[in-house]
């Protein structure tokens, strides 16, 4: 293999810098050129394709977002689309692929595979966390951060002033960001899809809290938890508790951005190099990942349909740290 | 005066801490007793009054929010319930007062001394900047520092994706924290209620600059804008420019909390002094500030009829560095 | 078991009051006693044993250093204090005791336990991560985000004026801070106890750059290294290549201190909980640590005694990197 | 004038950057070409002289350094060396110049300016604060900022094992630097240039502290103090207090780096615009500064002969607060 490309697909964490920075340096190591495909699929069909080499990626590995920049594609969702994909590949000779990206990128990349044989590695990029196949995925760690460090500011306020706030962090479909930020931030509940939590038992919680005089609490609520979201839990509990001052505050995409975490930076440089050195040998459809320490490289296919699940005792610890 | 009370009260901001510990710290030092009241003028009414001194307030002056807590307090719009407030002055021999705080506390400070003629004087803790008196108030640097932080996270991603952001910051009345948060952040347009900024203006600047094949944006919305909250601005922009992908984040009261900065520090240290040496020396009715690096007394009264104008210049500012 | 004791000892690290906190709240769920013993075994034989609670605890998870404090004692090492110590514990009536603290901490709670049989459960808290038992220990987290932190600080300096800067992090026995630094950090160049760097290569390897016609180089030096510390590798470089600027940062206590990270927040919490709940179960003289996601105790003899080794692969990566 | 150019030189400072944006908008915003000259003096003598548009500085706001890097040049010192860089100049057609820097960058320019009668106005940037003629320099806001940022973290440490930490910061000539950090961080000493210092005073201090029963203290050491430095006060207060436990921490480079504050960033965009106005308007060989709120242009040799005397009120402060 003599030329490689690289792109990232879907939403941007932190840390994709840092891997761009480890798949282009490994692949100068190994005497691979390396090309950088912008704005993920949507750029391959468009032939967006650029040269890179050391230089390119010096002083990255700090910086938030991904220089290759990212792009939704409804394009390579066709065949046509795929197939002005292929070519452009061809054109620059380009004989295997390296994509950081989550669920959406791993589905393109397995269909691309088998319609067109292009061997692809891929990194998981994700702050969201739940991709199978891998303990950690790349940006988690710093998005936890990076909420948890909003928490503590909020927590300030709360205390100051009575409140119960209701904070809504990332996870559409799990609680793993919502998880440390409820643990480390010192909250007193969490809500996360994967356990059930009725405005009830909310209520109660508080309740009990206030007539044990505390008067201030933090309630943190995976923006995908089935009681609804931030606003709409808060309300509810408002409307049965109406002598606490309830606030509402939604993080949103500051979230994913930020300088990335030291855990996110050798993650990201462990599975860049891991993408080129296991193109190199042979891989051909599979997500590089971090599991019990070791480097195993788990088939798309997997990585898209099996469920990474998040460690019930986590849920329990909320509620022996908050008695 | 032998013993003077110190108070914090309306919304909390970072460096109210810093105040407190030097407010204490001074009056140590000038051989006088201090109390803390605890919940602003509740607390006050209800008698929650105790001893400081200096060991109490270690180890604080970097902590966000008010270990005095904060509250608002309807009986204190009462003459019975001031009444009641200046009977537990009296039972603690409390003969002046500090207050920290804004325009709500010192309305409340004026009266209080006009009905019953215990002296007090105020330091300016608010995040909002929107105080005749002072060219800072404490807490206002940091709330600018902590958007920022937040916008400089933002950009990541808008620049990841091709996204105009549209950026809530706090400022019911001013543009004070927009204004630095807008050229600070590198936004393109800001919005603040002491200008006028049409839709169809944001409209046009973001098609000029799509034209120039500009791809990503900031725009930086004041709470008070006339215009309407970021959620509104964005949907009809959105509405204008279909081909743009907008996002919108309100950043709430992460702005609150938080370390104060080194400036933040530093006036609170200074303002703290003041108030407990301008109480020492005859002061009676005033809000402490700091004008051209000077030490001034205002009298309470100007503080909360009187505007302080942002500067014009800086919104054209925005325009210029957005070129 | 109705009443335990808590006590931190030898070099403090953040995280240590998040434990603690963990400690005393899972004793309260688990409805026990729990009393902390101030300044490690220099209060125990002091007998600075105060009652703990769940409002103790307050507020403390997100603070750096710990509120118990620590200290070395001396008299700890001699059979009558040893004495001391178990007497005061049975004036208070404490059945077992829970330590956080390194290599030293455990050493004597060992000996402590074989000469009096009081059951110890300790908790891995040091930033120095060299402990066998647990894959990370509290602490070490927030202190290589920290160390960083500053690096990333001292890169922007380095690139604007063609610098070498030797950048010494701690770490007197291992490597463990300062691998993570050098890859996150974008590092040339690292040298750490646990493989040999000779003068002669970091001298090779910035010139070799150099004539690539790199011009700022970033060396990171575990303290222990043993080339010499950072000065000493400094000067023999500069001495060997006169043309290039060298300078010297030694980043020192700093790496103690600050906010922990979450990932440390969520292991101080996980094996504050852990050391409770295994006292209980009948645990006796062992570490809780968490290996590969699993809860394991490990007897503190082994802790001691056993090395845990630094994945040589980390070492090869910083060369790819580099590139 | 048609076209200008920019440059940095002497240590960089945070805001460098900031400015170099507001300068190169400003330029286009008003119809003048702007060029880069590379590392000051030492490139304009080379000719490393580069076309700058509205894109060349994007995104450089928050980043730490120059971009244009810096560097100190013996050749300008010498009349050959001004003549080659003037020929440089004219080459280019360039008209005009704005530096941004310190001491020995207006006393080039000034030289420079009276030899060849290219008109230069400069921008204060340098974290030391010592320039006259405006009350801030671009740098300082975030050079103290970062500073108290790492006592806050030794601090934790020091309370943890009642220890004394000698933290020297940056000043070679004044305590600009010190002042805000030792009243930021609660610092019990400082020890600055301007103000005389003896080690028994220090010695005096400590040991009344430590009879009142304080255990940790932090004394703020300018690295231009008279008394010498950190190290060296250090060691004469062990020598005079052996029971105390004292620790040395020099904060060194790490102050030079990161991403600039709102103030600084604010202070940096404001002064270069008013470079390129005041260019434009007729300025010659004058700095731009901010006192009071307004803009003003001093001569460079006033701005290197001519005091900034720090507030003598502030080391009273200090003394006030640790009471």
């Known amino acids: 293999m003599k030329k490689i490309g690289v792109f990232t697909s879907g939403g941007d964490a932190p840390g994709m810098n840092a891997c761009i920075r480890a798949i282009v340096r490994a692949a100068v190591y190994h005497g691979v050129e390396v090309y950088g495909i912008h704005r993920g699929y ?97 940006g988690y760690d710093t998005a936890v951060n990076t909420a948890l460090d909003a928490i503590d500011k909020i927590r300030d306020t709360a205390d100051s002033h009575d409140r119960v706030f209701f904070i809504e962090v990332m996870g559409r479909d799990s609680g793993y960001i919502a998880i440390p930020c409820a643990i480390g931030g010192g909250a007193e509940i969490v809500m996360i899809p994967e356990a059930e939590t009725s405005i009830e038992n909310v209520v109660d919680a508080l309740r009990t809290g206030w007539n044990r005089s505390k008067t201030s609490f933090i309630v943190i609520i995976a923006e995908g938890d089935e009681a609804g979201n931030a606003s709409q839990v808060a309300a509810q509990v408002q409307e049965a508790l109406p002598h606490m001052d309830a606030r509402v505050t939604i993080l949103g995409h500051v979230q994913r ?67």
């Open 257 to 323: 951005g930020g300088a990335p975490t030291a855990a996110d930076r050798m993650l990201a440089s462990q599975l860049g190099i891991a993408c080129v050195e296991g193109l190199l040998e042979g891989q051909k459809c599979v997500m590089a990942g971090i599991i019990n320490g070791d480097l195993v490289y788990t088939p798309f296919i997997e990585t898209i349909t099996k469920d990474k699940l998040i460690n019930p005792h986590f849920v329990k610890m909320v509620n022996i740290l908050s008695v």
């Open 42 to 138: 949507k750029g391959m069909i468009k032939g967006e394709i650029y040269k890179m080499d050391s230089h390119t990626v010096s002083n990255i590995i700090q910086k938030g977002g991904t220089i290759l920049r990212s792009a939704r594609s409804k394009e390579f969702l066709t065949p046509e689309g795929r197939k002005q994909a292929y070519e452009q590949l061809q054109k620059h000779e380009i004989e295997g692929l390296v994509c950081i990206g989550g669920d959406g990128t791993f589905t393109g990349a397995n269909i691309f595979f088998e319609e067109y044989g292009v061997p692809i590695v891929g990194a998981p990029g994700t702050i969201d966390n739940d991709l199978y196949g891998t303990d950690y995925t790349i």
